[in-house]
């Protein structure tokens, strides 16, 4: 681990710390271009009471607000090892390189953040089902033509 690396997972677990000073979760996120810090971020369920306001997703969002779209080029550090939503937000962003603080393990042994549907120990898991076997029943209904919203963005972009 280098110096900087050091400092900004530092940082990320500083965040998740006054986070939870201030009633929030203890969830923090830096996201690092060249050196330099260009967002950071905490945990705002608490706050807001949107269960997507997770640290991660808000820093993407503060990121998006400076007019940075994709994080390529970049490294985000975060207090723990993301949840599948934030998993997937990541993916869609494209960092370079994630790194973490805690694993899922490390953190369930102080902290749950499940609900009805799954715990820390399940949520990976509900995604390797089958669509009919998850604990969030989904069921595809009938419509005339399912791919007409795809079909008329391809028709639009067709280069893409």
Known sequence: ???????????AVHLALQNVEEGGK????????????????TNHVAQTGDPTAHAEVMALRAAAEQGV?????????????????CLGALYY??????FFAATREQEGEHYEDGNRLMTLATFYDEYAKPV?????????????????????????????
Not at 26 to 41: H, I, K, L, S, Y
Not at 71 to 79: A, C, N, S
Not at 145 to 160: I, Y
Request: hydrophobic share 40%; with cysteine.
């Open 132 to 160: 009919e076997e998850r604990n969030l029943a989904a069921e595809q209904l009938p419509v005339a033509d399912p791919a007409a919203p795809f079909t008329a963005w391809k028709s639009r972009h067709p280069d893409e």
């Open 1 to 11: 681990m280098t110096d900087a690396q050091q400092t900004f997972i530092d940082l």
């Open 69 to 85: 779209t994709s994080l390529e080029g970049h490294d985000v550090y975060v207090t723990a090892y993301p949840c599948p939503m």
């Open 26 to 41: 203890p969830f923090g996120c830096v996201v690092v271009r060249d050196g330099e810090v260009v967002v950071q971020a």
């Open 93 to 98: 962003a494209q960092p370079d390189r994630v």
